[in-house]
């Protein structure tokens, strides 16, 4: 029984103690860690790979990471989050998964696959990673604009879409595949139809139970229940253990106690997904992508590539601006994680073959890597074409952007907010930011910004402070607004000064200068300062909360990413 268990206990400890350093080795270069789990994978394999690859206790944790992905992904696909944004998630999402899985999938068929597997394999390589792209966003501060918000809608449909792909890829391989695929799909849609009977007749009232404990370990325990006894109801009637674990996330997400399960399932699905990517890893095939890596590279630039084309014609349907569709186009070009899944399984081995198989996951690998550099490369490309087309279609935007009554200074987080707000009630502004960087950004995610350095009173005369109503600094220190705010009040008595802060005592001492301070502790940060500047501004204080309200359940989506590992 000992020696048993010391020999199940030694390729586990191995694992964690190299995925610690992958993990630690990725993020040192600015890289998914998903990408750093693969490559030691593929390590591992050239080494000792026979001993890891074949240990049923690595198998059966990875396995377990992906369950606990598809559990998570349930979490956040409530079915009020899908009818608000049902017109992206619904329209926009299957159109742009069917122009990449058509592109893709003739790429594939002329490269020598047959039609199944061609397809089969592009609608797999259509997918975008919720799992890079998901915290790309809100590092960037795109939770808000356009882009971030469909982006977030498409990446909720793919993830759904990906489990009807696992359906279909199980169906794979049983005879004749169209009669099985559909049959699974009507167990699948009779499944979710009783997931939802369950969230409201059996879970939302056993968690309420559990509520009364008062003990975290509880709700780990309840978690844990929910995501294993679900799928493996699922794959009791013949279906995958991940559709059952999707279905239990999607069961919890209509109760109240969604987020705090959310804390306390996120560092085993963390830790299981680790052990799933390395188990990628390790089935690959070393030997060919040694030989083959300019082939890995080759189609990692054309999967990108056909991905930015497909996804910018499927938004140009939607009517989106051509540089709106550019950005869009390039933030969603990389493989999802979804592929590794997919692809890990035997009977999609089989048909697409080991070795092509092995090639297109590092393919897909190499362009997660490469995200966000892509994704800066269409954001720029984005920020010139519309300034520039703004400026054609409108000769008189300057003299608009002058006269406009609020005047942000900072498109950081905060400005962003406040502009957003501005926007929803129809009050015109401009921007002054002195960052290059922030300001290219902020223009190509469609803000109405120019560069300046706002403490520069040499700036305040073309910046036409006379005309405006408000000039909010929403990054402004004490000791500088000390310097020239008298002299500005001097030069500009009827102006009204807002500027946000972060604690009392620093309010206290804005005030004393005749500036409006707001300590604003809102999340997303903003909105107590836009809520005071529309406040000043004369909107209804019912419509400005119900706007915050609305931005607070925006945020809570955007900032917690539906998968992987983030």
């Not at 959310?262 to 030989?291: A, N, Y």
């Not at 890990?344 to 362009?367: K, N, Q």
Request: glycine share 8%; aromatic share 8%.
């Amino acid at each position: 029984m000992a020696a048993t268990a010391l020999s199940a206990l030694i390729p586990v400890i191995f694992l964690l103690a190299f995925g610690v350093l992958a993990v630690v080795a990725s993020r040192a270069g600015r890289l998914s860690p998903i990408v750093g789990y693969l490559v030691l994978g593929l390590l591992i394999r050239a080494t000792e790979g026979s001993i890891l690859a074949e240990n049923s206790t690595v198998g059966l944790l990875a396995e377990l990471g992906v369950v606990f992905l598809l559990f998570d992904i349930g979490l956040h696909f409530s079915l009020t989050h899908v009818r608000r944004q049902a017109k992206d998630i619904f329209g926009f999402g299957p159109v742009q998964i069917l122009f990449g899985a058509v592109l893709l999938g003739l790429l594939a068929f002329v490269t020598g696959l047959a039609p199944l597997p061609a397809f089969f394999l592009g609608a797999v390589l259509a997918l975008s990673s919720t799992a890079v792209v998901a915290p790309l966003i809100a590092e960037r501060h795109q939770q808000s604009c356009p882009v971030g918000l469909t982006a977030t809608a498409i990446l909720v449909f793919q993830d759904v879409a990906a489990i009807f792909l696992l359906i279909i890829a199980g169906a794979l391989g049983g005879g004749s595949i169209l009669p099985i695929a559909v049959f699974a799909l009507i167990k699948a849609a009779a499944a979710f139809v009783l997931a939802v009977i369950f969230a409201r007749l059996i879970v939302k009232p056993l968690f309420k139970l559990v509520a009364h404990t008062g003990q975290e370990e509880v709700f780990t325990a309840m978690a844990l229940l929910v995501a294993l006894s679900t799928a493996w109801a699922t794959g009791q009637i013949g279906l995958s253990l991940t559709l059952g674990a999707f279905l239990g996330g999607m069961a919890v997400a209509e109760t109240p106690y969604r987020a705090i399960i959310q804390s306390e399932v996120k560092p085993f699905r963390g830790l299981l997904l680790g052990f799933f990517f390395i188990s990628v890893g390790l089935s690959l095939d070393v030997g060919p992508l040694l030989h083959l890596w300019p082939v890995v590279i080759g189609i990692s630039f054309a999967l990108i590539a056909t991905k930015v084309l497909s996804n910018a014609a499927a938004s140009l349907v939607f009517r989106w601006s051509v540089p709106g569709s550019l950005q869009l186009g390039f933030l969603l070009a990389q493989g999802s994680e979804f592929a590794f899944v997919v692809l890990s399984l035997p009977a999609v081995r089989t048909m697409i073959g080991p070795v092509r198989v092995s090639i297109v996951v590092a393919a897909v690998a190499l362009s997660l890597a490469l995200t966000p550099n892509v994704a800066q490369i269409g954001r720029r490309m984005a920020g010139q074409l519309r300034r520039r087309r703004e400026r054609l279609n409108d000769p008189e935007l300057e003299l608009k952007e002058l006269a406009a009554p609020v005047l942000i200074i900072g498109m950081g987080r905060i400005g962003r907010t406040l502009a957003d707000g501005l926007d929803e009630f129809s009050v015109r502004y401009s921007a002054v930011e002195r960052d290059q960087r922030r300001l290219s950004e902020a223009i190509a995610d469609g803000y109405i910004a120019m560069y300046g350095d706002m403490t520069d009173p040499r700036l305040w005369n073309s910046i036409a402070s006379h005309g405006r109503r408000i000039n909010a600094w929403t990054g402004v220190s004490y000791e500088t607004a000390r310097d020239f705010i008298p002299f500005s009040q001097s030069l500009y008595p009827n102006l009204q000064r807002f500027a946000a802060v972060t604690h009392e005592e620093e309010a206290g001492l804005f005030e004393l200068l005749g500036v409006r301070a707001v300590v604003d502790r809102s999340l997303p940060p903003g909105l107590d300062f836009t809520a005071a500047v529309l406040s000043a501004l004369g909107i209804n204080v019912e419509a400005i909360d119900e706007w915050m309200r609305h931005q607070q359940e925006r945020a809570l989506a955007a900032n917690e990413p539906t998968s992987a590992v983030a």
